[in-house]
């Protein structure tokens, strides 16, 4: 097993598999869990590895996972499945720091919080732009440093809200090195590069063989104009053809004069632009550290910005160690390419520490994986060089992985076709992938001007070959395109369900819209919100709504939902809503929700996203689907220059330029840099199609338009490769075919009733309400029983009545009164809804009671039904308790009857 390792995992070559490999591996090599720090990008990546780590160490014997530890630990297959009881109970024992890189650095920054005048407590949020634009504003005139503004806004030729674009574009980057600007008088510069011109001008003017196109050519009545003089860019004014019947040697002198004064005068624009631009930046930065002093809300951004400062300027590493609960002596990092500077730079004290490799730290392992050509996100600070940089500097093997487990044959041919010569000609090399599949797979290339069209045709074709739209995703390159392609398919294809970014925000679904239209009707009184919400819920828009009965709940913002879905009769009752309401309890008054409203970004439940998917390129790394359609720009791409260009080298930023037309022509540094960026830009782009071919596991359809395409530069022909096949179901096949279904517990139980019309409304509800309160209970303060009811009003109110209410706090009372369950209770660890794995089910106690001496499993019921598979069911938790702690263990069914309370011994 390598100590310093990193893979290049090419798409779909299985990463995950190799990240889980790696924990699994250290586990049985005796390494702790809690001093394993393993780093993700994002919470769907972290959840993936923890429940596959899980899961192997449970099911070791079959894995595949099996071999390869073997291999990386030296370890027979019985000596590791020999260990596999001990480590799978350490694992679940111990506090695992398997997370993303923005949680732990959130989980630094809390422990050092007051380092940096912040309550630990901080809210992560969108920052609100207009409150620092004006704060700023208002600095800058206190300081009088309003004209600066001005200034900076005239020469950018930018209005306001630009010129913070470049505020947030320094801060994301963490572009935080010091730069020396030497300012100087250009007045002179500007009139010593005019006389140089006119010279210039001069000579071919008095050139009686002279064009009219070189008479033109030298004419010009500013810099800025001079600046757009193609000639600028030749070595000799002999090279430009128009110049050649009137060029002497001594023309030259003036030119390389005239190319001499414009780089000078550029230069020096450029630090005066420069200078106020950094100046006014660092009140930026201090105005945005005060608000969020202020507000306690913090940007990701402002996490990293913090939490960097504060190891640099407030405490040493020592001190770092120290305080983070356990030393780290194993990291792996995921996504390795998408680093950036600044978060490396938080991570380069742990990786320093462990690299070491002196006396006790030989033991400590450093691992991570990624792949240059998925690198998309430098446009926020994503910094791929990082990948070979640090394997350079600590000495780390890197390993290619070329066996792609995700797409069938065609698909993986068909790619490395594609991009083999492209990036063998960026970076020198292609580590060509060969297909595990044995299914051919199918790939088409469609040439057409009528993209929509043809992406409905795609469609089409899929679904008639059986392909449900849930294993269809369509990319594109922008937002706005989702929707053109979302209108084009709901205009066409009938009854097609569709999910976009966009619909999956939970303030975007129906349910959700109504009755925010009715609270700004309430807010704001304006008769337009009125009609939305009445029109929404299918009354007349004359319909009179009394606002003085919502006004003195107004901002009890979940009594005040409860009482319009009464009172108007909506029949909603989905997890939607419920949802809704958890995020209402955040705001204290409908004023505060409403001016929110647009960061407010949770996603919709899982059980409204069935559908084809709709999203951008970007958005779909990390992703796969079945069957993708790529469809080509619908529109020109957008400009994306940035006035500043960042020359990296290394790990920082060796200067920043000011971006002007022509200046290429005269300043060889600049050309460059410009170059670079260019380079760098066209890398972006193909690795967005990279991203974008790879998502495919079948089928990979590619919409190109016939001219100005996205997909010019990779020399796409028409092509179809392999063979799509149907998806056949036979009416015979699910003709009177009886489901074999077995209801499975995973918390809070569910209580059958035989009037199933009941079943929702009032057994479920009124179990998980019960549950709610005994989870939110103190069993050794029955003072607390109030505040538990309240948070069972908060969140169950809207579905039960009062009556229903006041049962289950009877029943609770009933229960702590009860000696024969509060002396259970006596000397023991009290963990409620427990969860647990065992026998490759998971499961989850209402209340486990760990002593020394037994165990005690109680498991709550609210109606003597089915009391025979309560009994089996506390049995199996008293199994599986009894094994994992290895310690004597006890159960009872627990009744809370309308009347009594029975706890029965099993």
């Known amino acids: 097993m390598e100590r310093l390792l990193a893979y290049e995992a090419s798409a779909g070559t299985g990463k995950t598999f190799a990240l889980v490999v790696r924990y699994l591996s250290l586990l049985f090599m005796g390494a702790k869990p809690d001093r394993i720090l393993a780093l993700t990008f994002t919470n769907k990546a972290a959840n993936e590895m923890r429940v596959r780590i899980q899961d192997r160490l449970k099911n070791l014997k079959d894995s595949h996972e099996l071999e390869f530890i073997s291999q990386n630990t030296s370890l027979t297959y019985e000596e590791i499945l020999k260990k596999q009881p001990l480590v799978y109970k350490k694992f679940l024992s111990s506090d695992i720091k398997i997370t993303t890189i923005d949680s732990f650095f959130v989980s630094i920054l809390r422990k050092f919080a007051m380092y940096a005048g912040l309550i630990p407590d901080f809210i992560i949020s969108q920052d609100d732009k207009s409150e620092i634009i004006y704060r700023f504003l208002y600095f800058t005139y206190l300081q009088k440093k309003s004209e600066k503004v001005v200034i900076l806004s005239f020469m950018e030729d930018k209005k306001l809200k630009d010129i913070f674009s470049l505020f947030e574009a320094l801060y994301e980057k963490f572009i935080d090195e010091s730069f020396d600007f030497v300012k100087r008088d250009i007045t002179s510069l500007e009139i010593e590069i005019m006389r140089v011109f006119a010279k210039i001008k001069d000579f071919i003017q008095s050139c009686p063989e002279a064009s009219k196109t070189a008479l033109s050519a030298v004419e010009a009545e500013d810099i800025d104009e001079i600046l757009k003089k193609g000639w600028l860019e030749k070595k000799s004014l002999k090279d430009y053809r128009y110049f050649k019947k009137c060029y002497k040697e001594s023309c030259d002198i003036f030119f390389n004069e005239l190319k001499i004064g414009l780089k000078t005068y550029l230069n020096a624009k450029e630090a005066i632009f420069l200078d106020t631009l950094f100046e006014l930046y660092l009140l930026y930065k201090k105005t945005n550290i005060l608000i969020k002093r202020e507000t306690n809300r913090l940007s990701f951004s402002d996490i990293q910005n913090f939490t960097y400062h504060i190891l640099k300027e407030k405490i040493d590493n020592q001190f770092l160690y120290f305080r983070l609960d356990s030393k780290i002596e194993h990291l792996l990092i995921d996504e390795f390419q998408d680093t950036s500077l600044i978060q490396y730079r938080l991570l380069e004290p742990i990786i320093e520490e462990i690299c070491a490799g002196e006396g006790q730290k030989e033991g400590r392992t450093f691992f991570y994986v990624g792949d240059i050509k998925q690198s998309i996100y430098r446009f926020r600070g994503g910094y791929k060089e990082l990948f070979n940089y640090v394997a350079r500097k600590f000495d780390v093997k890197i390993v290619p992985m070329d066996t792609n487990f995700r797409s069938d044959r065609a698909i993986v041919d068909f790619i490395n076709e594609i991009f083999e010569p492209l990036y063998k000609q960026y970076f020198g090399y292609f580590t060509k992938q060969k297909a595990n599949s044995k299914n051919e797979g199918y790939v088409e290339v469609k040439s057409s001007d009528e993209v929509l069209k043809e992406c409905v045709n795609s469609v089409k074709m899929l679904t008639q070959k059986g392909i449900s739209y849930e294993d269809i995703a369509i990319l594109c390159f922008k937002n706005d395109e989702i929707l053109e392609i979302e209108s084009a398919l709901k205009e066409q294809i009938k009854d097609i369900k569709v999910v976009t970014e966009s619909s999956s925000k939970l303030v975007n679904q129906k349910e959700i819209i109504l009755l925010i239209e009715f609270m700004k009707y309430l807010y704001f009184e304006e008769e337009i919100f009125k009609a939305n919400f009445l029109a929404a819920i299918s009354k007349d828009i004359d319909t009179k709504i009394d606002l003085e009965l919502y006004k003195p709940i107004m901002n009890d913002l979940a009594l005040l939902i409860q009482k319009v879905l009464k009172d108007f009769d909506i029949g909603i009752k989905n997890e939607n809503v419920l949802k809704f309401i958890e995020i209402l309890r955040n705001y204290k008054t409908l004023g505060e929700f409403l001016f929110d409203l647009e960061r407010v970004d949770e996603k919709v439940t899982s059980s409204t996203k069935d559908g084809i998917k709709i999203l951008t390129v970007h958005k779909s790394k990390g992703l796969e689907f079945k069957h993708v359609i790529l469809c080509d720009r619908l529109s020109r791409k957008p400009s994306t220059f940035s006035s500043l260009i960042f020359d990296m080298d290394k790990i920082g930023c060796k200067r920043v330029y000011y971006r002007k037309k022509g200046r290429e022509f005269v300043d060889e540094n600049y050309k460059n840099a410009l170059e670079k960026e260019k380079r760098l830009s066209q890398e972006d782009e193909l690795n967005a199609m990279y991203v974008a071919f790879t998502r495919a596991r079948n089928s990979l359809i590619i919409l190109k338009k016939q001219q100005r395409s996205a997909f010019d530069f990779l020399h796409l022909s028409e092509t179809k490769r392999g063979e799509l096949s149907s998806v056949r179901v036979k009416k015979s096949d699910i003709k009177n075919v009886e489901i074999d279904f077995q209801e499975r517990f995973y918390g809070l139980q ?85 969860p647990i794995s065992f026998n490759q089910e998971l499961k989850q106690i209402d209340l486990l009671l760990l002593g020394k001496d037994a165990n005690i499993v109680i498991d709550y019921k609210s109606s003597k039904e089915d009391s025979y598979k309560h009994k089996k069911q506390v049995l199996e938790y008293v199994e599986a308790v009894k094994k994992i702690t290895n310690n004597e263990t006890i159960g009872y069914v627990c009744y809370l009857l309308e009347e009594k309370i029975e706890m029965v011994k099993v």
């Open 750 to 834: 569910n209580i059958k009733t035989k009037n199933d019309q009941d079943y929702f409304s009032e057994a479920i509800i009124f179990g998980n309400a019960l549950h709610y309160a005994l989870e939110m209970i103190d069993f050794n303060d029955l003072k607390t029983l109030n505040d538990a009811m309240v948070c069972v009003k908060n969140r169950f109110g809207f579905y039960l009545k009062e009556e229903k209410i006041a049962d289950i706090e009877k029943r609770v009372r009933m229960l702590l009164e009860k000696s024969e369950f509060t002396n259970l209770l006596s000397s023991k660890e009290i963990c409620k809804e427990q």
